[in-house]
Structure formats: structure tokens, C-alpha cells
């Protein structure tokens, strides 16, 4: 193990999102947009059911295969 893993807490500093350096008041990760990351992971359901696809029909897929883009 070389590299720094990217979601896994190790020790006591590193954010488990991206693994950089936690900062006071972002605990534990390293800034609010790790901290929104790993919510928005939990509220769209990677972490809470992992295996299940949580796949909703919220905003998943765009429609994209409706007409011809630009000619
Ligand atoms: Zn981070």
C-alpha cells in the first residue's frame, strides 16, 4: 500500500474523501466540500445500501435520445 487510499479514514488525519490533511472545523474531512461529498454519498444511497442499486428515477439518466443535438 503506496498510494493513500482515498475512502478510508487512517489514523487520525486524512479525510476520507480525498485523504489530504483534516482542517479544524471541517472535521473530519479537510474543507465543506469533502463534508458535502460524503453527505450527498449517504442521502443518494452509496453508502447507506451498499450492493442494492439505488438507482431511482430522480436524475439519473438525462434525456439525451430524444432529437439530434445541433445540425
Ligand atoms: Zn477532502
Known amino acids: ?3 493513500v487510499a482515498s475512502m478510508r479514514p487512517r489514523g487520525k488525519s486524512g ?3 480525498c485523504g489530504k490533511p483534516v482542517m479544524e472545523g ?3 474531512f479537510c474543507s465543506a ?3 458535502q461529498l460524503d453527505l450527498g454519498r ?3 444511497g452509496s453508502y447507506a445500501i451498499p450492493g442494492e442499486p439505488a438507482t431511482s428515477d430522480d ?6 435520445e430524444d432529437k439530434d ?3
Open 69 to 71: 443535438n445541433e445540425s
Open 33 to 35: 466540500r469533502c463534508r
Open 42 to 44: 449517504w442521502l443518494s
Open 26 to 28: 471541517h472535521k473530519p
Open 15 to 17: 479525510c476520507p474523501m
Open 1 to 3: 500500500m503506496g498510494t
Open 59 to 64: 436524475s439519473a439518466t438525462p434525456p439525451q
